[in-house]
């Protein structure tokens, strides 16, 4: 998977998931470090499957927005002498640069970025723009370039070479990509890759869960767990939460069923911003992760 998609679970690399499409299985053999996976059926239940963080896909579904999303146009691996990426600062650029290093590094030809700007009071924002993802892939050159459209932008770059940038934001870099009428076949000399990323999801992250049985005795639990609050889990279900504090005062003989309270859950692909509502409430503690059943599958620590 591409190193900077960072907080992975360690020693484990997902496959990047592709479907059917030109070029995507190619593509994501590239990408990925794990052996890619093609998906057939239902792309949400595949994702949190595999616990995916990208798929190569024909097309930009507006409704899919559980992992990023990476598209290949007129795409021929065998014709590629050299990898753009086209950094617009949005919030598909580091993707889009990242995407860029991997398809290089995968098939020895260089990667660079280019940020473009129009007049010497835009320079300053392409530059900022550029260095900003520089700091974090310092071994991707860059250069800034001034053009008047788009069309200006594509003569410069040569007739080998694979343009990789994001799916359309709002500046005008971005509108002159994706204006009324634009097609990407004709911006890019030698194909293009477009990519629109996702926000990081619990599943992506999550660990084994963490838990006791309703049943248990209360005294064993505090000698056993050193967590301060602890899910309380009956056949598969989260049926209560339990803190440290709340056993503390049972008595020798005392199950934990006696002492919990009602469960708090988040479920596996919400995302990790959404998740921070509970940090206040478990701290370093895991987190119980649920499904659309209520079942417990996994634990999410967003505190060290």
Known sequence: MLPSLTD???GVNPPVLWTRGRGCAELARLLGEADPVRVTGDLTEACIRYRAELLVSRRLNPSFDLVSVVVPVDFEPGQVGRVVAAVAGGPNSLLAAQVAQRIGRSLGVEATMVSAYRGDEDRGRALTTVEAVFRLLPDLSYRLVEVADIR???TTLTSDTLLVLGAPGGN?????????????RQQAPNGAVLVRRAPRRVFQVMGDPVFVGPLREAVD??????????AVVDRARLVGIVTRDALDLAEPGAPVEMFMGPPVSVRLDETLEEATRLCERFGADPIPVTDDDGRLVGSLTLQS
């Open 152 to 154: 200006a932008l594509t």
């Open 221 to 230: 639990i505090l000698r056993i767990h050193p967590q301060r609050v602890l």
């Open 172 to 184: 005008w870099f971005q509108r002159m990509m994706f204006g009324k009428g634009a097609r990407l």
């Open 8 to 10: 992975r679970r360690p």
